[in-house]
């Protein structure tokens, strides 16, 4: 089975401008959740996503948000981006995101570098 | 309090020597409790994951987890150089929709 895959791997933008991070799951797995990993905070849970609905959200502004498709493939936005936004963001997937034994599978990440 | 914590190290073991990598946590409801392995600029890998009390074990790893105590470890017998990454501690929260949150990592080295 193919892995998680997140297009693109790595972007540099400037400050003020918007962008779109894609993650396609594992084939089957219908919860996706994204992450944001810096190295002051650790790995800090934007928001999942669960048949295109969002079930659970981090402590972050309005400037991110996602969306999920129907082929479970996740799309996540930030606009207006901050100098602080730089980087790596993780997409991870499970099957269903709630059962007791589910384990997320990350992955490669996309490195945001804002300038 | 945050809520999964973890020592950030860098905790040093010398090659073939054990390394515990100690995780604390502070919802007492939590069910599940995962261990994963994240190499410098790649992503995280899982290694382990426990859900009752006492000892998993797969091959030179052991994860260790005391409800009780909101504890839960993990053991690398014959440590090895390859062995070096962050390792992070995450807990699938009680209640509906059970969110995972991960400590911060604990930065491993084993030394040749």
């Known amino acids: 089975k193919a892995g998680v895959t997140q297009t693109p791997r790595y972007l540099i933008k400037t400050r003020g401008q918007q962008v779109t991070l894609s993650c396609s799951p594992i084939?089957?797995?219908?919860?996706v959740s994204w992450y944001q990993q810096t190295p002051g905070q650790g790995l800090q849970f934007l928001f999942e996503?669960?048949?295109?609905?969002?079930?659970n959200k981090g402590n972050f502004p309005g400037r991110f948000s996602g969306r999920q498709f129907s082929n479970s493939r996740s799309e996540m936005n930030v606009s207006t981006l901050e100098l602080g936004d730089s980087a790596l963001y993780l997409c991870a997937s499970s099957l269903r995101g709630g059962g007791l034994q589910e384990t997320q599978y990350f992955g490669p990440g996309t490195r945001l570098l804002v300038l | 309090q945050k809520e999964v914590e973890q020592n950030s190290g860098p905790l040093s073991v010398p090659e073939g020597a054990i390394a515990s990598l100690n995780c604390t946590y502070s919802d007492r409801g939590s069910q599940s409790f995962f261990w994963y392995r994240q190499y410098s600029g790649k992503s995280p890998e899982l290694i382990m994951s426990?859900?009752?009390?006492g000892d998993k074990e797969d091959g030179r790893f052991t994860a260790q987890l005391n409800k009780a105590s909101q504890y839960v470890s993990l053991l690398i017998r014959d440590s090895q150089p390859s062995d070096s990454a962050t390792y992070l501690c995450?807990?699938?929260?009680?209640?509906?929709?059970?969110?995972?949150?991960f400590g911060t990592g604990t930065k491993l080295q084993v030394i040749p």
């Open positions: 996503y669960f048949s295109e609905t969002q079930r």
């Open positions: 995450a807990v699938r929260n009680s209640g509906g929709y059970q969110k995972v949150t």
């Open positions: 084939s089957g797995h219908r919860s």
């Open positions: 426990i859900y009752s009390n």
